[in-house]
């Protein structure tokens, strides 16, 4: 990524607020540490659209190059295909910005609460109180 | 004759104005009652896909499926540890549904996940998408089943009263009683096996179930409460049904322990 599409992904970022909300069949404390939030940007690498939550994994490259691989998980199929949000939006390859909160066990998982995407696309727009409503 | 006689043609012409203007009473009530599906035995037809109920007395953002303790009856002393539960660590415990056990009744009504109800004059049928449970609630006047263990969704017989239906559910295990914990990180909420409780469906327009939930815990209230919710019809959500959801599929982080993923 050049530092100009960087730029132009940061100033998106700044205008766009998007979230998967944490509501879903467990609550987020019962495997996530709030007190550990996680914040990175990388591309969407693996989508596995399956109950009880979908989970992305996003390939974040460091500044030496080198790839990590983060789980995040969101809200189950059914609730998000009622708010017209399919697996074919979370494209493979799309660069993001995900914020979470880690898994317990300190491992590279985390709830997926907050999602941007690069260009402005703002798929995760319903509220958690309304999800699947 | 007499003057009873005499003034009988009157008290009769009043008696039939009396009448009609009944008759004239009902006809306007009728007409300004919502038309509601019905079916061909003239009951209220609840069939459809709905979305799960909603409290109308949210206790906040996160508190729409869930009871609103203020609401709630005093609870008896002594039996404040009984409703709630501290965390413990163990997601067996603390969120059963977490790890992929039943949500229960009424806890998985509750959920935000939508509901399918087939109904016929002799059940009525809720399919929830959590979990793909099914509750199967006889409306012949059987009473309740006995001798059964107690069970995570309890036994359900429904009747009707005019066109309200209602369900009447017993034989529960104690079990978790609502998503309370998405409001408070601390505790969960709990129910115990003394737990009936009386459900309340009434679709008072096309779109709409009016729902009530009446909570009779007698170990741990001084007395039966009842909080109400709303249902609104989707058929929008019927061409594509309810999707399957197998807990076990792809739950990878229980308790917080990540494993790999199953796909």
């Given at each position: 990524m050049s530092r100009n599409s960087f730029a132009a992904l940061i100033i998106?970022?700044?205008?766009?607020?998007?979230?998967?909300?944490?509501?879903?069949?467990?609550?987020?404390?019962?495997?996530?540490?709030?007190?550990?939030?996680?914040?990175?940007?990388?591309?969407?690498?693996?989508?596995?659209?399956?109950?009880?939550?979908?989970?992305?994994?996003?390939?974040?490259?460091?500044?030496?190059g080198t790839v990590t691989t983060w789980g995040f998980?969101?809200?189950?199929?059914?609730?998000?295909?009622?708010?017209?949000?399919?697996k074919e939006q979370l494209k493979i390859g799309a660069v993001v910005n995900v914020e979470g909160s880690r898994a317990r066990d300190g491992s590279n998982n985390a709830s997926g609460r907050r999602v941007t995407f690069?260009?402005?696309?703002?798929?995760?727009?319903?509220?958690?109180?309304?999800?699947g409503r | 004759m007499n003057r009873f006689f005499a003034l009988r043609p009157f008290a009769v012409a009043l008696f039939v104005s009396f009448l009609m203007s009944i008759g004239g009473a009902s006809r306007s009530q009728a007409q300004t009652t919502p038309a509601i599906p019905r079916t061909a035995d003239g009951k209220p037809?609840?069939?459809?896909?709905?979305?799960?109920?909603?409290?109308?007395?949210?206790?906040?953002?996160?508190?729409?499926?869930?009871?609103?303790?203020?609401?709630?009856?005093?609870?008896?002393?002594?039996?404040?540890?009984?409703?709630?539960?501290?965390?413990?660590?163990?997601p067996l415990h603390d969120e059963p549904r977490a790890a992929c056990m039943p949500s229960g009744f009424p806890s998985g009504m509750l959920y935000a996940l939508p509901v399918q109800i087939f109904q016929t004059p002799k059940y009525l049928v809720?399919?929830?998408?959590l979990q793909r449970s099914t509750r199967i609630i006889p409306l012949d006047g059987r009473p309740h089943r006995t001798d059964l263990e107690p069970t995570y969704y309890g036994d359900s017989v429904g009747k009707w009263d005019g066109d309200t239906l209602v369900i009447d559910t017993n034989n529960f295990k104690r079990w978790i009683l609502d998503d309370y914990?998405?409001?408070?990180?601390?505790?969960?909420?709990?129910?115990?096996?003394?737990?009936?409780?009386?459900?309340s469906l009434k679709r008072i327009d096309e779109k709409?179930?009016?729902?009530?939930?009446?909570?009779?815990?007698?170990?741990?209230f001084t007395e039966p409460w009842s909080q109400d919710f709303r249902m609104t019809y989707h058929p929008d959500w019927e061409e594509i049904g309810l999707l399957e959801y197998v807990c076990q599929e792809n739950n990878r982080c229980v308790g917080g322990n990540c494993k790999a993923s199953n796909p």
């Open positions: 998106g970022f700044a205008f766009v607020a998007t979230a998967i909300p944490a509501l879903a069949h467990h609550s987020e404390t019962a495997e996530y540490d709030t007190t550990k939030p996680v914040k990175v940007t990388g591309t969407i690498s693996r989508v596995e659209w399956t109950n009880p939550h979908i989970w992305f994994y996003v390939d974040v490259k460091d500044e030496n998980s969101a809200a189950p199929p059914g609730m998000l295909m009622r708010r017209g949000i399919t690069a260009d402005g696309r703002n798929v995760f727009t319903a509220s958690a109180e309304d999800v | 037809d609840f069939s459809g896909v709905w979305s799960s109920p909603t409290t109308v007395n949210p206790t906040g953002p996160r508190g729409q499926g869930i009871f609103n303790q203020d609401k709630m009856a005093p609870i008896k002393p002594g039996a404040e540890n009984l409703l709630y539960q501290p965390r413990n660590g163990d809720i399919v929830h998408e914990h998405y409001t408070d990180p601390t505790k969960s909420r709990w129910h115990t096996d003394a737990l009936h409780t009386i459900e709409t179930i009016s729902y009530r939930i009446t909570i009779d815990d007698p170990k741990i």
